[in-house]
Structures are given as C-alpha cells and as structure tokens.
T-cell receptor, first 105, second 115 residues
C-alpha cells in the first residue's frame, strides 16, 4: 500500500500562504492524493484531492509533481482557524501522523 | 442530512466491562469504517465493512468485534475492555471501498476511557 511522508510540524504567519509538503514516492498510477485536516479532536475533514492535475477549491490548492511522487497543499491566506493537523493520504484507510500546522498571529 | 453520527460521545468503563459504540450514516454509503486515535497519533483502522453484509479486519482488530446491522449502521463492540483501549474512536463512511476516487466522511468521535 502506498504511504506518505510529511513533516511533523510547521509554522505559518497569519495571512501568509501555508505550503504543506507530502512525499508519496510509491503511489500507483490510479491512486488519488487526498488531503484531510483534523481540528482539535474533531473527526477529520476532507479538503481536496487530485490525480495528476493541479486542483483548486474554495479551501485550498493542490499541486502534484509531474512524476506524482510528491504534492503540496496550499492554503492561500492562512487564518488562526486553519490551525490543525493535516493528513496527506493515498490509500484511504492508511493515515500517518500528519503535519501539525501552527498559524502564528 | 446529519452525515455520520456516533453514540455515545463520551464513555468511562472499568476494566472487563463491555460496551457497544454505535455509528449511523444517512448518505446511502456502501462502505463504513472504525478507526481509533491515540494521543499524538494518526488514525488506525480497526475494522471496515466494504458493503452491507461484509466485515473485515483492519490494522488493529484485537479486542473488538463489529456488526454491519444494515446499510446505515455499523457498530463496534468491546467485549472485555482494557486500559489499552482508552482512545478516541471515529466512524467513517464512503460511497465505495478503495475505488479510484473515494472520499470518507467522519463522525464526531467517541472518547472512551477504560479505568
């Protein structure tokens, strides 16, 4: 099963873009990249997903490298409410520890 | 639509007691999942039901049993609770199981403490 590697934590200043990296070097050709986030101890919340092309929705943008071995989630204007743990996953039942994002006022 | 609901929200048990965690979804999803999350850790899959009438073990099934009661409901049972089962339990559902595109929807969680 494809797995992912993320930095354990990151800081970002409020109002700036938060760029969260993820490595998924063993991803197979038909596997999507998904991003979820978990605020406090709530259930994880879906953010965005992609296969090959870059994607954008009202919450974030997802940039996937051409070889699909890594991706970056971009929160364009981070707010304090974006403080959460962000999970990058490619096999939907395998969650790692994610990246704890701290938004600094 | 309520999405995925879980009951109870909180529970304290003594070692050896049994209990059932309930989960229901109103999105007509075929697949349902139970995860546990220990402090500072990611989610680990306990059991899943790819479709009504089927259940399978996940990464950490020992000490648990499940029942897919119908398409809407998927329960998790602890027959003899142990302190190591103190955790937050999340139920999730998805339209299909491990298909190419398959978003999971999560419930609010049940916080279980075993003394």
């Amino acid at each position: 099963d494809a797995k992912t590697t993320q930095p354990p934590s990151m800081d970002c200043a409020e109002g700036r873009a938060a760029n969260l990296p993820c490595n998924h070097s063993t991803i197979s050709g038909n596997e999507y990249v998904y991003w979820y986030r978990q605020i406090h101890s709530q259930g994880p919340q879906y953010i965005i997903h992609g296969l090959k092309n870059n994607e954008t929705n009202e919450m974030a943008s997802l940039i996937i490298t051409e070889d699909r071995k890594s991706s970056t989630l971009i929160l364009p204007h981070a707010t304090l409410r974006d403080t959460a743990v962000y999970y990058c996953i490619v096999t939907l039942i395998i969650f790692g520890k994610g990246t704890r994002l701290h938004i600094l006022p | 639509n309520a999405g995925v609901t879980q009951t109870p929200k909180f529970q304290v048990l003594k070692t050896g007691q049994s209990m059932t965690l309930q989960c229901a979804q109103d999105m007509n999803h075929n697949s349902m999942y139970w995860y546990r999350q220990d402090p500072g850790m990611g989610l680990r899959l306990i059991y899943y039901s790819a479709s009504e009438g089927t259940t399978d073990k996940g990464e950490v099934p020992n000490g648990y049993n499940v029942s897919r009661l119908n398409k809407r409901e998927f329960s998790l049972r602890l027959e003899s609770a142990a302190p190591s089962q103190t955790s937050v339990y999340f139920c999730a559902s998805s339209e299909k199981f491990l298909s190419d595109y398959n978003e999971q929807f999560f419930g609010p969680g049940t916080r279980l403490t075993v003394l």
